[in-house]
């Protein structure tokens, strides 16, 4: 049964920095997508990074060119998501998933989902 289990988040002041990571397991995920997700109070889910198992490509979308960073680690199966410099409207429950479509990170669809981990932006 695959899992994708999230942790790192938590209550932090704007200017701090946090790394979350993803646990995957339950298979191997060679060939998968693997992406980082956020949902903000009232939004909907927006892409923020995605990275390639294998080759280790990384997207990104707009808002999290410069401060995120999304990394994978083949040996701990895990996919980490670095934030720098959080903003208030960073605030937001965040998402790791794996796909194996064909098709742009950001839109693709994903076949897994992990619960989530809230991160909280004070000033």
């Known amino acids: 049964q695959v899992q994708l289990v999230e942790s790192g988040g938590g209550l932090v002041q704007a200017g701090d920095s946090l790394r979350l990571s993803c646990a995957a397991s339950?298979?191997?995920?060679?060939?998968?997508?693997m992406g980082w997700f956020r949902q903000a109070p009232g939004k909907e889910r927006e892409f923020v990074a995605a990275?390639?198992?294998?080759?280790?490509?990384?997207y990104y979308t707009n808002f999290a060119k410069g401060r995120f960073t999304i990394s994978r680690d083949k040996a701990k199966n895990t996919i980490d998501l670095q934030i720098n410099s959080l903003k208030i409207e960073d605030t937001a429950v965040y998402y790791c998933?794996?796909?194996?479509?064909?098709?742009?990170?950001?839109?693709?669809?994903?076949?897994?989902w992990g619960q989530g981990t809230q991160v909280t932006v004070s000033s």
């Open positions: 339950g298979r191997t995920f060679s060939a998968y997508t």
């Open positions: 998933a794996a796909g194996h479509s064909i098709g742009s990170p950001a839109t693709m669809n994903y076949d897994y």
């Open positions: 990275i390639y198992w294998t080759s280790g490509t990384t």
